[in-house]
């Protein structure tokens, strides 16, 4: 089972951008999907996107298509995400997920995952 460890999250202005890193632990990160998720205050949590074992697909929650883009270097055991216009309504925590032989789009259909990180949080003022 790998560990994931978020960073990047900060407060920004609407408009502006910012990008999420998630460092994965152990030898196996290419065997899992990864993905993100986020949870404003009150809220469930809920699918952002999510990035297949090899980078050939990926998958994306309609409130950040074309806004937001998921990457992974497997080489560094990690994952990424840039997330550009960003909106007040983006404001909440963010989780790094692995979900282990899973597809991008299953990352999407459910929560339950392998690892999740400790998450980090993402403010954004209007």
């Known amino acids: 089972q790998v560990q994931l460890v978020e960073s990047g999250g900060g407060l920004v202005q609407a408009g502006g951008s910012l990008r999420l890193s998630c460092a994965a632990s152990g030898h196996t990160f290419s065997r899992y999907a990864m993905g993100w998720f986020r949870q404003a205050p009150g809220k469930a949590r809920e699918f952002v996107a999510a990035?297949?074992?090899?980078?050939?697909?990926?998958y994306y929650a309609d409130s950040v298509k074309g806004r937001f883009t998921i990457s992974r270097d497997n080489a560094k055991n990690a994952q990424f995400l840039q997330m550009n216009s960003l909106k007040s309504e983006d404001t909440a925590f963010y989780y790094c997920?692995?979900?282990?032989?899973?597809?991008?789009?299953?990352?999407?259909?459910?929560?339950?995952?392998?690892?999740w990180g400790q998450g980090t949080q993402v403010t954004v003022s209007s």
């Open positions: 990035v297949s074992r090899s980078e050939g697909d990926t």
């Open positions: 997920a692995a979900k282990l032989y899973a597809t991008a789009r299953a990352m999407g259909l459910t929560k339950i995952m392998d690892s």
